[in-house]
């Protein structure tokens, strides 16, 4: 049918669609040797003037990687990773600090000012308070290529008592909570990705909310990989005492290159009772060309653990980039009444392949979870949602709601949902739905007859499509969610 | 191996255990026996076969397998093609007038899935047959029945239908003892034929079943299944059917009622393999003591598969705190022009309705039986032939 | 023949699962400027047919004639392009978006049309304003703007959506297609009076409809009989009276 052939036409057109985020910054480097072994780890180490107890829990967990074997359950296709054929240290040589704003390297005042960082950048980082208006201002942390650079704000929030900075000052500054809480929700050995970044992990954030705190302000990390042949390994970590709150975002880019650059992060969340931690991201690494040549390979641990009772861990993501994704953000529901939440968006598009999805393990009482999953496919691209539901003979009561839907835009793509629900109590009930479908020539056809383009209908529709998800995301990331939907699949919402 | 069964001494007994001692050791060279760590077993683990798979059972005589064929309802009607023991029982068997034995064929090995490898190594005997075009050969029974200790049977059947014609087939599934029966069926469905296969898997307690059904289903051409999954210390249902020309249409639906420490589970690919198909499968499973349900039902469009229509409800319903449900749907998608969709729900009995029902006098129990009745019959009414709908219903509350 | 609106011996077909079905046999209709001309016929005799192929459905093959507008070969266009042309189609039975706003959709199409039409855009203030007052004139709530598009809209709603599209896009013709069917008489007045305000020397209408009801409302300069993909027949508004009282058949027979 020949509107199938526009259709298709019109998303071939978007694959080739540049992105917008490809520039290189100019900055020096000073970058580890190629290689990983036992030395590469003590380097890290080192060079992040880190005690001795982070090294052997470094050591540790390298130990525990050099036994382990990749997985490969996912459905995802990629040359073999040559680990030893990466970077796995880069800063930039001029001395990064947050206290001013002159230590920062011009350039990287740049890379901000491309980035589009959505925020009042410039001013935000120059320590500038926003002018009085209605909007919450936000605080950045921006890592460079695993190294933090700048992180704004630490004194307003010092002052409510929120520690907010580099993990690397955190393991020096704050080392009992570090000590106690690293690695209690991913152990060093919970998988291969998550040991490979216990063992070199760079930089990342690091959060704590003391009790009844209400975080004033949004959380902001921006991750971007700049070094060629750098991994790129950020640990996150954020500790929400009782009755306390916080909004964090983390946004990513990279620049374009023909070679795959890796990236493994391991995020930490931790809410205690009647706390709330809402994590927020808009993932946009470098997907490749539309040949598929280069892009970021992300294999990603993510998992909070709701350990309070009536505590509620939310995850919010949009996967538009890298060329492979591997990511199942979850929550361990132990504490009773406490709520988990994953609401997902994955684009894929020419030869990018995504498994995402995630876990809802309730082990308490009365314990609440929703997936809402949205997957859209164009281009020779591949995505997989594959989420596991279990609840254990505890959770009495407990209650999962899952929504699953995938679009299918062109006829060389794959959609594919690969959900796992088991159950141990009676008392628990679990829904799930899964739906796929392609976009409607109706629609379209509505959409265009109103004058839209087809560009413009096919971004409407889908940015429609994914509305119960982008409606999660703070105000600041909504608006940019919907910018990065338009590129991936160039439509505009206007 | 004890010397019960080469006791007999007869060459035949004696190939017999060769041949499976070489079978064994080239299972087990091969893949072995999965642990729960391969995926396609990761909910039904199999350590309770190891001990039994390889014995040969001796024949059952008629009047034991007509014992053993009365423990449940069967058509009384149509005809009845009896194995006992892994050996047709020929003197109660016969076939429809029109429908004609041929000879067994060389199969597709189906080399990742263990049921069929395990028959592939061990295999005998069983009933191949063909339905010629547009004939109705009406209803068959085909019984497979057990007695005994620690044995195990490996039947290869072939089932081809071809252009327009038409067959029911009852598939009764029951013994006695501790025995494995490992039956392979391959099923063609040619141009416009139909088979209505509507399975009663009963086997005894201490037994294992794992069956493994292949079909192909041509243009035009419909295989509606059903099963009762309702026996077996671990029973696996395993269908593979492809839709291999358009307009073809699949059901793999079923029941499964699971007691005891018993483990059901039906586990399908349902695999669309050409334009403007349709596949629906409703799948319900009641657990009740320390039961386990397994349900993993897969659906796979090719590129191809244009304007597929495909379909898939599991529901699990929990009636002890000590039983488990694992359900696994799965879409694996590369056509974007087709309308694909599962849902799965996994719960109690609703404490509304149970409270409605006792307000009215109903008894508790009663009303719980009346409960659990509901949520089956909706599945239980895809069965489109009355009389064995019937009949599975008797199995079901016996 | 106008310079606005000319059809000259239209012919279009349909796949009909792998076998093409003809529906359009040879249309030949002319709208002049301003002028409301309305279309009578029996089921299956092609008038949703040529609503979707002047509007641009691509499910639809042209096989034959042409079609002007404005002296532009509208075939050639894509819906977008007819649409900031001035093409507007009041559809039977409005699609749902599910998930898109309503006045996000609105506003969008809107500045698609006057960019189109090399016209400013509307900022968000002024757009609320603009289709604030026309949810006013036409007794719409203000919370239908913020459903998503036509999802749960009942019939009567639909239609209404349909005619706040109209008066915001401003078209210099609109397509009814059976705008009328299965609405009460206070919708049917709206759609009617829709399209009345819109009546001016530069804007123009075909009016689809099975019943003379409509007319009743919008008065048509011509009515044209479609039969079997031909226009039978056409004449002054008394045609529709004769319609409504005696039928299609001795149009039928005068035609046969």
């Known amino acids: 049918m020949p509107a ?17 985020w490809g520039f290189e910054t100019d900055i020096e480097m000073d970058i580890a040797p190629k290689g990983l072994n036992e030395d590469t780890v003590r380097l890290i180490s080192e060079r ?8 052997e829990w470094r050591l540790k967990a390298f130990r525990s990687w050099l036994e382990m074997k990749e997985p490969d359950w996912a459905k995802l296709k990629h040359p073999p990773i040559d680990y030893q054929d990466a970077h796995y240290f880069a800063q930039p040589k001029k001395k990064p600090g947050p206290k001013s704003l002159d230590e920062v390297d011009p350039e990287l005042l740049r890379t901000y000012a491309k980035l589009g960082i959505p925020l009042h950048e410039q001013a935000l980082l120059a320590g500038v308070e926003p002018a009085e208006g209605e ?27 929120v520690i907010f900075c580099p993990i690397s000052d955190a393991i020096r500054e704050h080392p009992d909570l570090v000590k106690q809480y690293l690695g209690s929700v991913v152990p060093v050995a919970d998988n291969f990705f998550a040991a490979l970044n216990s063992a070199v992990f760079t930089d990342g954030s690091f959060v704590y909310v003391p009790k009844g705190v209400r975080c004033p302000m949004e959380l902001s990390t921006y991750f971007r990989i700049n070094a060629r042949n750098t991994g790129q390994f950020e640990r996150t970590l954020i500790i929400v005492e009782e009755r306390a709150s916080v909004s964090y975002l983390e946004g990513c880019t990279a620049p374009q290159r023909d070679e795959n650059q890796l990236h493994a992060a391991v995020v930490e969340l931790i809410a205690m009772d009647d706390a709330s931690i809402k994590y927020s991201t808009v993932q946009n690494w470098y997907p490749g060309d539309d040949e598929g040549r280069g892009g970021i390979y992300n294999f990603v641990t993510k998992r909070g653990i709701c350990r309070g009772a009536r505590s509620k861990i939310s995850w919010t993501q949009v996967e538009t980039g890298s060329a492979i994704t591997w990511k199942y953000p979850s929550c361990v529901l132990a504490g009773e009444g406490s709520i988990g939440e994953f609401y997902s968006v994955a684009v894929t598009n020419n030869h990018q392949q995504a498994d995402t999805g995630t876990k809802m393990i309730h082990l308490a009482p009365n314990t609440r979870s929703t997936i809402i999953a949205k997957t859209i496919s164009a281009g020779h691209s591949d995505s997989t949602y594959r989420g596991l539901v279990r609840m254990q003979p505890k959770a009495r009561n407990a209650r999962n709601f899952t929504q699953c839907d995938s679009l299918l835009i062109g006829d060389q793509c794959g959609a594919h949902t690969v959900p796992y629900i088991e159950s141990r109590n009676m008392t628990a009930r679990v829904e799930h739905e899964a739906t796929t479908s392609k976009i409607s020539e109706d629609q379209l056809f509505y959409c265009r007859s109103r004058g839209l383009s087809q560009e413009d209908a096919v971004g409407l529709i889908v940015n429609g499509f994914c509305r119960e998800v982008l409606k999660e995301l703070p105000m600041e990331f909504a608006v940019e969610a919907q910018k990065l939907l338009q590129i991936s699949l160039e439509g505009s919402v206007g | 191996m004890s010397g019960q069964s080469v006791a007999g001494q007869t060459s035949a007994a004696l190939d017999a255990f060769v041949e499976r001692a070489a079978a064994r050791s080239t299972v087990l060279a091969g893949t072995g026996i999965p642990t729960r760590r391969v995926e396609a077993w990761r909910y039904t683990p199999l350590r309770s076969i190891t001990e039994i798979v390889w014995k040969e059972a001796a024949p059952l005589d008629a009047a034991s397998a007509k014992n053993l064929l009365d423990k449940i309802a069967y058509p009384a009607n149509g005809h009845l093609f009896i194995f006992g023991n892994g050996r047709e029982v020929t003197s109660l068997s016969s076939l429809p007038e029109n429908v004609l034995r041929t000879d067994a064929e060389a199969v597709d090995p189906l080399e990742d899935r263990f049921s069929a490898v395990l028959n592939g190594a061990l295999g005998r005997d069983g009933l191949s047959i063909r339905v010629p075009k547009n004939v109705d050969a009406g209803l068959l029974t085909l019984a497979t029945l057990h007695q005994g200790s620690a044995i195990s049977t490996h039947l290869r059947h072939r089932i081809v239908l071809e252009e327009g014609a038409s067959l029911t087939l009852f598939d009764a599934n029951v013994g006695e003892g501790e025995y494995l029966s490992n039956p392979r069926f391959d099923i063609i469905l040619a141009e416009g034929a139909r088979l209505r296969h509507v399975k009663h898997q009963s086997e005894a ?18 295989y509606d299944s059903f099963t009762l999954n309702g026996g077996g210390a671990v029973a696996r249902h395993e269908v593979v059917t492809t839709l291999a020309a358009p307009h073809a249409l699949v059901h793999v639906n079923g029941v499964q009622v699971v007691n005891g420490t018993r483990l059901n589970d039906l586990t399908s690919m349902i695999h669309h393999a050409a334009p403007d198909c349709n596949s629906r499968q409703t799948v319900k499973t009641v657990l009740s003591d320390t039961a386990q349900g397994v349900f993993q039902g897969k659906i796979l469009v090719d590129r191809v598969a244009q304007k597929t229509d495909g379909y898939q409800m599991n529901q699990a319903l929990l009636l002890s705190e000590k039983a ?3 359900s696994k749907p799965e879409l694996e998608i590369y056509a974007d022009d087709v309308k694909c969709s599962h849902g ?28 659990v009745t509901a949520f089956l019959t909706d599945a239980l009414e895809l069965v489109a032939d009355e009389a064995l709908r019937e009949l599975l219903l008797k199995g079901l509350f016996s | 023949m106008s310079d606005f609106l000319n059809i000259c011996g239209l012919q279009a077909r349909i796949d009909a699962d792998g076998t093409p079905k003809d529906i359009l046999k040879g249309i030949d209709l002319d709208i002049p400027r301003g002028e409301v001309h309305a279309i009578m016929g029996p089921n299956g005799s092609g008038k949703s047919t040529l609503s979707y192929v002047l509007s641009g459905r691509e499910d639809y093959e042209v096989t034959g004639g042409s079609a002007t507008f404005k002296g532009q070969d509208l075939l050639a266009l894509d819906p977008e392009e007819r649409a900031a042309l001035g093409v507007f189609l009041a559809f039977q039975s409005p699609v749902e978006l599910p998930g898109v706003n309503n006045a996000n959709f609105l506003r969008t199409a809107v500045n698609a049309v006057r960019r189109a039409r090399g016209e400013d855009e509307l900022d968000a203030i002024s757009f609320l304003k603009t289709v604030r007052a026309e949810t006013k004139h036409l007794s719409m709530s203000d919370e239908m ?49 829709g399209v009345n305000s819109l009546r001016s020397p530069d804007f123009s209408a075909l009016v689809i409809t099975h019943h003379q009801r409509l007319l009743d409302y919008i008065v048509p300069d011509r009515v044209h009989v479609m039969a079997k993909g031909r226009i039978i027949h056409s004449g002054g508004p008394e045609v529709a009276k004769i319609l409504e009282k005696q039928g299609y058949t001795q149009f039928l027979e005068a035609a046969a």
């Open chain 1, 135 to 161: 909007r919450l201002p936000v605080a950045v942390d921006a890592v460079f290529d695993s190294v933090s650079v700048a992180t704004t704000f630490r004194k307003t929030l010092e002052e409510a008592g």
């Open chain 2, 344 to 371: 799965a729900t996994v719960g109690a009995l609703d404490d509304e309705q149970l409270f409605y029902l006792r307000s009215r006098g109903v008894p508790e129990a009663e009303a719980r039986d009346i409960l």
């Open chain 1, 48 to 55: 992040k003037r880190e005690p001795a107890w982070m090294l």
């Open chain 2, 324 to 326: 488990q449900i694992n």
């Open chain 2, 205 to 222: 307690e201490n037994a294992a079943h794992l069956a493994i059904i292949n079909v192909e289903v041509q243009g035009n051409a419909e």
């Open chain 3, 145 to 193: 703007l913020k459903r998503a598009v036509n999802v749960g809209f009942s019939g009567g709603e639909k239609k209404r959506n349909e005619v706040l599209q109209m008066r915001l896009l401003q078209p210099s013709l609109a397509i009814l297609d059976e705008t009328d069917s299965g609405l009460d008489i206070d919708a049917l007045r709206i759609v009617a009076e």
């Open chain 1, 4 to 20: 199938v052939t526009e259709t298709r036409e019109a998303v071939e057109k978007l694959a080739k669609s540049s992105y917008e």
